[in-house]
């Protein structure tokens, strides 16, 4: 049987990182719950992708990692938004909403 979940459009996967982080600071795994329940289990990220993401969202200086601690009592990076993170979601958000609005005009042609 197939699965239903649908694979994330390339660059879809910071944006979803960043609004997750905006709702509360989270670690890694617990950025991967969120969007897979936020979603209704529609989307699914791999370690594979979310880590290279993150790294990524630090080293531009949209989030921070701090040192915390898991449910588990595992040692983690919580990763907190940042001023530059916050900016960079607004944008991304707008640049989402005109991308979605034309895919939806031609999908909705004739």
């Known amino acids: 049987m197939a699965d239903d979940r649908t694979d994330l459009l390339q660059g879809?996967?910071?944006l979803l990182i960043l609004k997750t982080l905006a709702l509360a600071p989270e670690h890694g795994w617990g950025i991967a719950q969120r969007i897979q329940q936020?979603?209704?289990e529609?989307?699914?990220v791999n370690q594979g992708s979310l880590y290279p993401a993150l790294q990524r969202l630090e080293r531009d200086g949209?989030?921070?990692?701090k040192p915390g601690l898991a449910a588990n009592n595992r040692r983690?990076?919580?990763?907190?938004l940042t001023p530059t993170g916050r900016r960079l979601l607004a944008r991304q958000v707008?640049?989402?909403n005109r991308f979605t609005?034309?895919?939806g005009l031609i999908l909705s042609m004739g």
């Open 12 to 14: 879809t996967l910071e």
């Open 38 to 40: 936020n979603s209704r």
């Open 42 to 44: 529609a989307l699914s």
């Open 62 to 65: 949209a989030i921070v990692g």
């Open 76 to 80: 983690v990076n919580v990763y907190h």
């Open 94 to 96: 707008e640049n989402w």
């Open 101 to 103: 609005g034309a895919v």
